[in-house]
């Protein structure tokens, strides 16, 4: 029965070829696109999970709450961890890791990179990740001073082929350049990971190189480590979270108590559901992933949607067959079973094709991410992943063409227009929702794409020429030849002005200071970017009350320092923040010498617009020079960097010349904005293909049943462009209608997206005039191609049976 079955629905296929190709792409498309996005997700589902312990690994954050503010931070004290393994027998183990330099310069020889996966670690690293060994005891690794650990990808980058075990390389950092020895090689760290590291120092090193590092490593309220914690097999961290109130009281204090407290977060959760302060890479968003799942499925949902308005089409010139062997004693479960093995030959075909898109497009996709995703037919997740989308089809796409087509009477082939009234009323209904779909997907798009322009074009409150930052390298050699470097550069026409400072733009919130500002009982962390003279002259800020740092009015900084205090800017947002009716003057604890304010300037956005504009203070730095910004007009720009790159070549400090445009800096702070984008654009593209395919079979169905119809009006003196009409007018109805219920449900799903940036959009009607004509436009000429050629047939062919 089976093979007859089969046999019958192979027939069926080469029959109806148009219909058969219809129904295959759109599927397999539909297929395709839904497993590309359940590969995606799975792989952010995955991250930190590699670990043999991961249920088991969390990370501590501190909880700031208090009448006017809350705050998140990952920053804690190096007594945290260690003390928590003492005292607390629910933790097994802990490590300890800083990422005291945002870069550091690494030297083997001549060659001579800047690394930015650099950290301090203890030893016991190890015991709680999984970072596998290639080569050392991971045990002893790093127990001494001025040891390293690095990934196999460094191995092979400094050491090519050698083994670079018991080898030195010059790593410099802020504090000068020493020999670490290499004493350990491990697996790169994988990309499902939200802590990626190429190089692990020992946490001695900073002990060593740390200035007063008795009073850095034994106090409580400096805070400048991440602590990880390996729990004891069945310890739940709510408990030991209760716990750890008296805990905070013992240590820190009666005080601490009611506004501190100590968090644990799972491993697993970090990169998708952490946005605290100081997070070490930056993080996805879980919300994304649920967007993305619902595009697979709406996707999915259309192609078979698809399958159905065709399928049920279909069942008219099938009636006669269905009566016939109704006739001949078929029941209708026999009739279920030969539908259903129909479906599930388009299933499986459409199946094979999108093995096929998928081998194609997966390398497109993964550029898309920024992702190394795989494609493995064979595995067994994309076996079950395969399985669900075939059930999910054959019950969306089978089983109801299926139903209907084994329901008709042998009667009932007699009143083909009694019994298509209501087919039609439901295949109406189908298209509504395809195209409402479209067109939220379209809108979606045009708002993503919206937002991020107008990220992307808001001035900033900065100067509208070019900003070049110039990465120095850590260390204080540069200092003595910045003047000289500085002055060569403004002799070149074009180059308009150059200072220097730390940390470059965009800062983050890894850049901060503990202070107490004039006014406050307790400390807060306050944004801070140390500077050179000239720093508010080549951004183009001006002050607005007060002096600059380097005027005579607020003393030179080696002058102030003198006197025992340092002067420094704070912007607009700082004082409406901190409620100063008087800033000049006012003054910070927490530093030494005390900073105290000599000028207030214009806001301007330092870091990403997605948050609110924090108060910022900006000090003058005396000590090193991190980052040059050089301004640039726009004309000659390659020349200028040519000579820019010239004078360091002969200046600099026989380090790489490395600069960036401050302006794509600004664009990274929004890739998983601009992913969206592109993922919408690439699945938006598809769902409507999907949907013009489907209004294309049914268009040229439509217009084959009422050929007879179209050569009697056109003997009866109907014009080409009445049949047209006639024929698009019902299939646009359903178009209008599915712009009509997209707007709404577009508004709510956008809005909510948007509330994720301090800096927003209004989603105004020219989004959905667009996305709707669009729609309309696509749908016109999808339906009006089949119509013209209806149109345009010799009524005499048509009727020539009759």
């Avoid at 961290?237 to 009281?249: C, H, Q, R, T």
């Avoid at 013009?692 to 268009?699: I, V, Y």
Wanted: charged letters at 20%.
């Amino acid at each position: 029965m089976l093979k007859n079955h089969l046999k019958l629905a192979f027939r069926n296929l080469l029959r109806n070829r148009a219909y058969s190709v219809i129904n295959i792409l759109g599927l397999s498309v539909g297929i395709a696109s839904c497993i590309l996005i359940l590969l995606y997700v799975q792989d952010e589902l995955s991250y930190d999970r590699y670990h043999d312990h991961s249920d088991r690994i969390f990370r501590v954050y501190r909880e700031f709450q208090s009448e006017d503010r809350s705050m998140q931070t990952l920053a804690t004290s190096n007594l945290l961890g260690p003390t928590m393994v003492q005292e607390l027998p629910e933790v097994e183990a802990s490590v300890r890791l800083s990422k005291r330099f945002p870069e550091v310069m690494v030297a083997k020889g001549n060659a001579k990179f800047y690394e930015q996966k650099f950290f301090f670690s203890d030893p016991t690293i190890f015991e709680v990740f999984s970072f596998n060994f290639l080569n050392g005891n991971k045990e002893t690794a790093l127990n001494r001073p001025f040891t390293v650990v690095i990934t196999e990808e460094m191995a092979k980058k400094y050491f090519g082929e050698e083994d670079p075990m018991g080898e030195n390389l010059v790593i410099r950092g802020s504090w000068g350049a020493d020999d670490y020895e290499v004493t350990g090689v491990m697996e790169n760290t994988p990309h499902n990971s939200h802590l990626s590291v190429n190089f692990l120092t020992s946490f001695e090193t900073l002990r060593a190189k740390t200035p007063d590092s008795d009073t850095n490593f034994e106090s409580w309220r400096h805070v400048g480590s991440y602590t990880y914690v390996l729990l004891q097999q069945g310890v739940n961290p709510e408990e030991l979270s209760d716990k750890m109130n008296a805990f905070v009281v013992r240590h820190q204090g009666e005080r601490a108590g009611p506004i501190l407290s100590y968090n644990f977060q799972p491993a697993t959760d970090i990169h998708l559901y952490s946005d605290f302060e100081r997070e070490i890479e930056p993080n996805s968003d879980v919300r994304y992933l649920y967007i993305f799942g619902s595009i697979a499925f709406i996707i999915l949902l259309v192609a078979s949607i698809n399958y159905i308005n065709l399928a049920t089409a279909k069942s008219f010139d099938r009636a006669k067959e269905v009566g016939v062997r109704k006739t001949l004693g078929a029941d209708k479960f026999v009739l279920i079973k030969q539908f259903l093995s129909e479906s599930a030959v388009y299933i499986l075909l459409a199946i094979i094709l999108s093995f096929l898109w998928i081998e194609t497009l997966l390398p497109l996709f993964n550029s898309l991410i920024n992702k190394p995703l795989t494609f493995d037919p064979f595995s067994i997740q994309f076996t079950g992943m395969v399985v669900l989308i075939v059930l999910l089809v054959g019950i969306l796409a089978g089983f109801y063409p299926a139903l209907v087509s084994s329901r008709l009477k042998p009667e009932q082939i007699f009143k083909e227009a009694d019994s298509g009234k209501s087919k039609s009323m439901l295949r109406n209904t189908l298209i509504v929702f395809q195209f409402s779909v479209s067109i939220i997907l379209l809108a979606s798009t045009f708002t993503v794409m919206s937002q991020m322009d107008y990220l992307r074009d808001k001035r900033l409150g900065i100067s509208d020429d070019v900003l070049v930052s110039i990465s120095t390298g850590p260390g204080v050699e540069f200092r003595q030849n910045y003047s000289a470097f500085k002055d060569a550069l403004l002799n070149k026409a074009g180059i308009e002005s150059a200072t220097y400072l730390n940390p470059s733009l965009p800062a983050t919130s890894e850049h901060d200071l503990s202070l107490k500002p004039e006014g406050f009982e307790e400390s807060i962390n306050v944004n801070v970017i140390s500077v050179g003279e000239d720093f508010l002259n080549t951004l183009e800020v001006p002050v607005v009350s007060g002096f600059d740092l380097f005027d005579s009015g607020a003393g030179m900084a080696e002058d102030s320092i003198s006197e025992g205090y340092i002067p420094v800017l704070v912007n607009e947002a700082a004082v409406k923040e901190w409620g100063w009716d008087e800033p000049l003057g006012k003054t910070f604890e927490g530093f030494s010498p005390e900073f105290r304010v000599a000028g207030v300037v214009q806001d301007f956005h330092y870091g990403s617009l997605k948050e609110r504009l924090a108060p910022l203070l900006i000090y003058p730095g005396n000590y090193s020079v991190n980052y040059v910004l050089v301004r640039l007009n726009t004309e000659n720009l390659r020349e200028n960097m040519s000579f820019i790159e010239e004078v360091w070549s002969i200046m600099g400090p026989g380090t790489p010349f490395t600069y960036t445009f401050v302006d794509d800096q600004f664009d990274t702070l929004y890739r998983a904005e601009d992913r969206l984008a592109g993922i919408f654009k690439i699945f938006t593209s598809l769902a409507i293909i999907i949907a013009c395919l489907g209004l294309f079979g049914l268009a040229a169905f439509s217009a084959e049943r009422r050929s007879k119809e179209i050569g009697i009006r056109k003997i009866l003196g109907a014009s080409v462009a009445n049949i047209v009409k006639l024929l698009t007018a019902d299939f646009l109805k359903p178009v209008i209608f599915g712009l009509i219920l997209a707007i709404p449900i577009t508004l709510y799903v956008m809005n909510i997206w948007l509330t994720d940036f301090a800096y927003r959009i209004e989603i105004g009607p020219g989004i959905f005039l667009v996305a709707g004509s669009l729609a309309i436009m696509l749908s016109l000429l999808t339906v009006g191609w089949q119509a013209v050629k209806s149109a345009l047939m010799n009524p005499a062919n048509t009727l020539r049976n009759e």
